[in-house]
């Protein structure tokens, strides 16, 4: 099942755990799941972008993941000027 990390900054709101494993198929899954077992995490996630197995995504809901997929929750990073 995909591995899910949690900093600091979140961990408040997941009891103190660092990582949890949650069976999704897709981000969209995961995030549902995540915010049914952690409430306090809905605002905290809106705001952020998410890593999968690396690679950051700023718009995740439909990625795929894998059974062994691991994700984080990253600062979502701003676009360049427009011009």
């Not at 990582?19 to 995490?41: M, N, S």
């Not at 995504?57 to 929750?73: N, T």
Request: charged letters at 20%; aromatic letters at 6%.
């Amino acid at each position: 099942m995909p591995v899910v990390h949690f900093s600091s900054a979140l961990m408040p709101h997941t009891g103190g755990l660092e990582q949890v494993t949650v069976d999704a198929p897709r981000v969209q899954e995961l995030l549902a799941a995540l915010i049914a077992v952690f409430p306090g995490l809905e605002l905290e996630l809106g705001d952020l972008a998410v890593a999968i197995d690396g690679e950051v995504h700023q718009d995740a809901a439909y990625e795929v993941l894998s059974p062994l997929s691991e994700i984080y929750f990253v600062p979502r990073i701003a676009g360049g000027e427009e011009g």
